[in-house]
């Protein structure tokens, strides 16, 4: 085994794997806690629309025994009605996480490098890092992605900007000049990614829609996902839309049969259901917003609040004592040190029992020197 | 790094063979540009050990020796299968227990191989198969001492591009700023400490002032495969600055390393200048420095969410465990394991590393033996002969056979002080030797 570990490349070598968070119970055990409230991962809490819980109901035990449809074909046909364009500008990927890795495999090679922020979604570096692929980062500028800067990042050798829009775990978001301005800058010399994961949760005419955008710019890829409004994250199901040109390649690089089809039927009832679901998880987010905002107002901290269903907000102590410590008090936090905001944790907005126990436990362990 | 001169061989277990092997030691180290006695010294080193292992390891199977000349050091790796490995004679009170029966010391040649190195460790690689790694450093001279900048201005920053001229003066000023003890050996001879960073053995960040000067310095280094171990924050600045100098290393540090594979980090040797909220306090040890008996804090925090881990534990430190983990909010599942009833090696290793600049003795177990006790017993006889105050010794609480020693430690007067997550293969206690007992 030995001289095998020997020849794995260096950058397989020094990666870092994910550690995901135990199941729910193994963590109630371990931690002491009686209950757990998950506000770690910006799920929705309200679940899925109900069209899509009865079509969940409804699939019958013997499907399981057959192949999923192995490109998403149906929820394909049912994206491309809803956002007028051809089934084949689609690509349905087990969350947009195996999305970013098919677009990377097939955008970038050796030598090769992508463009994102220091403080975005982590998944784009990762999956560079364990490709071998340079991953250039620049800082945010008042917790927003700086379009200049990226734009000074970008070189020969930049494959992909991986653009976060609104950005996790900030908030931020540009607007359609600014998102104008900068493709218009970069001028094609990279693809460019628009992940568009918490679209849904923003209600602004001046925020940009990628799918209007990239019928002018065939150099822009959208990503979107049903992990985040749609309430179906335990489903995994994400796509990107883009040119024909565009998506063909990256179909090429792309794992069929890895969305499941319950998943896929699932995904293709919420979409034909959700403008009830969007409106009520809109007002659900809004108003444990509103609560944390006092909270946080009422301890002096300072917070982060923008568009999606999360706020970041700076403790007084570890960011990782403090996630031990609410996990002792039944609620679970995402550190935000591995965000590169040492201090920060980020919560995710729920319903309001589990604000209120968030805001129990919080102000219980401050207060506890 | 590029620089680096290796050579590797295997040799059949045929003593014939051992004066090459020095020869290519002598090779390499004089390859490498380092001076008469160094190159001595580890020919001896390689040459002792070659002999040595020759006789101890297992009939037919060759003994692979890899050795690295790096700017800073000369290293020997003695790859080798043993059945029944005993290596009493590289404990560092072999010498003495031969003078005290007025006799050779035992061992003779593994005495001179531990002698001649600067330091040495064994891994126990499972099975009958060991590795030992042996040491010698590169000789640097010593500090010149220098002066802190009488006026610094904001705004602070970090620096970019960290030339060797810079390193070596931060290592200083740390120095002429700070004790002894908060700072790491290598600011001792700072033209060391920026070839380590170059090695990247060491990472570390710098502040800059408005003006260029360097105001700050903090230091990491790896502890474990989870673990780093950080020094500082060193600040060079006037009082009302301190906090935003150390502010802008403590960010620019996690940030650096929040998406490593490390899971946390320590420090021993965390200045005055730590800014609470960032770290969270695992205990204190005895720092012993020169001005007088100080309390030596030790802190950590996760870089991220811990899941928890299953060690092992002997009855007599169960409580103290379950108290750190319940005062940390650490999961933790505890294992049962009891006192060695039978132990087949007689006699027992014990890796010893003395720093006598920072008033310090690290002890880590290498092998189990019989004499355990006694070898603790004697270690510190001898270390305490040497005038050093301080006496460290780690147990690692994944291998079952270190955390059965708990007995063995408190009779020879230890106790347990600091849990330290992750610091070895799983958790690692640090036990300090009680002056008094």
């Known amino acids: ?369 | 790094m590029p620089d680096d001169l290796c050579v590797s061989m295997e040799i059949p277990p045929d003593t014939a063979f051992a004066c090459p092997v020095a020869g290519a030691a002598q090779t390499l180290a004089q390859r490498a540009g380092f001076g008469q006695r160094e190159s001595y010294r580890f020919q001896l080193t390689v040459e002792e050990f070659c002999l040595c292992l020759i006789g101890l390891a297992q009939a037919d199977e060759p003994l692979r020796i890899d050795m690295t000349g790096k700017r800073y050091l000369l290293r020997a790796a003695f790859s080798f299968k043993a059945a029944d490995l005993s290596l009493g004679g590289l404990n560092s009170t072999a010498c003495s227990v031969g003078r005290e029966n007025g006799e050779m010391p035992r061992d003779l040649g593994l005495l001179l191989a531990a002698q001649a190195a600067d330091r040495f460790r064994l891994d126990h690689r499972g099975g009958d198969q060991f590795c030992i790694v042996a040491e010698v450093d590169r000789r640097y001279p010593a500090l010149t001492p220098v002066h802190a900048p009488e006026q610094t201005r904001p705004p602070y920053r970090l620096a970019l591009a960290l030339d060797p001229a810079r390193l070596s003066q931060a290592a200083a000023l740390a120095m002429s700023v700070y004790p002894a003890w908060q700072c790491p050996g290598s600011f001792r001879t700072p033209e060391k400490f920026a070839d380590l960073v170059a090695d990247g053995q060491v990472a570390c960040v710098c502040a800059l002032d408005a003006a260029g000067q360097t105001v700050g310095l903090l230091t990491w280094n790896r502890c474990s495969d989870q673990a780093l171990y950080f020094s500082g924050p060193f600040v060079f600045a006037a009082k009302q600055a301190r906090g935003d100098v150390a502010r802008v290393l403590l960010d620019g540090f996690l940030e650096a390393v929040a998406r490593e594979h490390y899971a946390i980090v320590l420090g021993f040797r965390s200045s005055d200048d730590l800014i609470p909220g960032y770290f969270e306090p695992l205990g204190s040890l005895q720092a012993c420095a020169e001005t007088g008996c100080d309390r030596q804090p030790v802190v950590f925090r996760h870089l991220r969410e811990d899941t928890g881990m299953a060690v092992w534990c002997s009855p007599s430190i169960e409580n103290f465990l379950r108290q750190t983990y319940e005062r940390l909010a650490m999961p933790r599942d505890i294992l049962p394991v009891e006192a060695p009833a039978g132990r087949p090696r007689r006699e027992s290793l014990l890796g010893t590393l003395l720093d006598r600049h920072r008033d310090l003795a690290e002890l880590r177990p290498f092998l189990d033996g019989q004499d355990m006790a006694a070898n603790l017993a004697a270690s510190v006889a001898a270390i305490r002969d040497k005038g050093i105050h301080r006496i460290l010794y780690y147990m690692d609480l994944s291998r079952p056979w270190e955390a059965a020693l708990a007995d063995d430690l408190m009779q020879s007067g230890f106790s347990p002080k600091v849990v330290l997550p992750h610091g070895g293969q799983g958790d690692m206690v640090v036990w300090q030797h009680d002056q008094d007992s």
Request: net charge neutral; charged share 20%; with cysteine.
């Open chain 1, 1 to 369: 085994m030995t001289r095998i570990l020997e020849r794995i490349p260096d950058y397989v070598r020094h990666f870092e794997r994910y550690v995901p968070s135990r199941p729910d119970p193994v963590l109630m055990r371990q931690y002491g806690a009686s209950y757990l409230y998950r506000l770690n991962n910006n799920e929705n809490t309200l679940g899925p629309p109900p069209l899509a819980r009865e079509a969940i109901a409804a699939f019958p035990a013997e499907r399981a025994a057959v192949y999923p449809s192995g490109d998403a074909y149906d929820l394909r046909q049912a994206l491309a009605t809803r956002f007028g364009k051809s089934p084949d500008q689609f690509l349905v990927g087990n969350g947009s996480c195996e999305v970013i890795g098919s677009v990377i495999r097939a955008f970038c090679g050796p030598g090769d490098a992508i463009v994102t922020a220091d403080k975005t979604f982590a998944v784009y570096e990762w999956v560079a890092k364990f490709s071998g692929v340079e991953t250039r980062l620049v800082p945010l500028t008042k917790q927003a992605l700086a379009p200049a800067a990226m734009l000074a990042a970008v070189t020969e050798n930049t494959r992909v900007v991986f653009v976060c829009n609104p950005n996790n775990p900030t908030g931020s978001w540009w607007n359609r000049a600014t998102l104008e301005r900068f493709l218009a800058g970069l001028d094609s010399r990279a693809l460019v990614v628009l992940d568009e994961a918490y679209r849904e949760y923003l209600d602004d005419p001046d925020f940009p829609d990628g799918m209007e955008i990239m019928e002018r710019h065939d150099n822009v890829l959208v990503f979107r996902t049903f992990s985040k409004m749609y309430g179906l994250a335990g489903f995994r199901v994400g796509y990107l839309c883009g040119s024909l040109e565009a998506v063909d390649i990256v179909r090429r690089t792309h794992i069929a049969y890895s969305v499941n089809s319950l998943g896929q039927i699932a995904a293709t009832a919420a979409l034909a259901d959700d403008a009830g679901h969007i409106a009520a998880t809109r007002q659900m987010v809004a108003a444990a917003k509103s609560a944390l905002h006092d909270l946080f107002d009422t301890l002096g901290l300072e917070y982060v609040s923008g568009a999606g269903n999360f706020i970041m907000v700076r403790t007084p102590m570890s960011d990782t004592l403090l996630y031990r410590k609410l996990m002792q008090k039944g609620v679970m936090v995402r550190t935000m040190t591995g965000f590169r905001y040492p201090n920060w944790i980020r919560v995710s907005m729920a319903e309001a029992p589990a604000m209120e126990a968030f805001a129990k436990a919080f102000t219980s362990v401050l207060d506890t020197p």
